[in-house]
Nanobody, 117 residues
């Protein structure tokens, strides 16, 4: 079992910024893909963006020009920088990784982001 540790969520005012972090344990093994997803009220979970081992970034339907996905610090840390947050960005943000030859998926527990107007 791989435990992903997400942080950075919380209550923010519209227009503010927030950076989410996801730490993947060093012991997790070979990470093929790591990415951020979100689930907003009334919608299914959607991909925001993901980064492959080779550095390719794939964008999903929830991606917005206000968001930036990156890795940094430890290479096992994934970030999501969100600027100019809007109330419609309110939701639970999840980190997901695919590990090993079998592409086993692991999800974080999610971090709640609430944007008040």
């Amino acid at each position: 079992q791989v435990h992903l540790v997400e942080s950075g969520g919380g209550l923010v005012q519209a227009g503010e910024s927030r950076r989410l972090s996801c730490v993947v344990p060093e012991s997790a093994g070979h990470i093929n893909v790591r990415g951020w997803h979100r689930q907003t009220p009334g919608r299914q979970r959607e991909l925001i963006a993901e980064v492959t081992y080779g550095g390719t970034v794939n964008y999903g339907d929830a991606m917005d020009v206000r968001f930036t996905i990156s890795t940094g610090g430890s290479e096992n840390t994934l970030y999501l920088q969100m600027n100019n947050l809007k109330p419609e960005d309110t939701g639970v943000y999840y980190c997901k990784v695919n590990i090993g030859w079998s592409q086993q998926e692991y999800w974080g527990r999610g971090t709640q982001v609430t944007v008040s107007s």
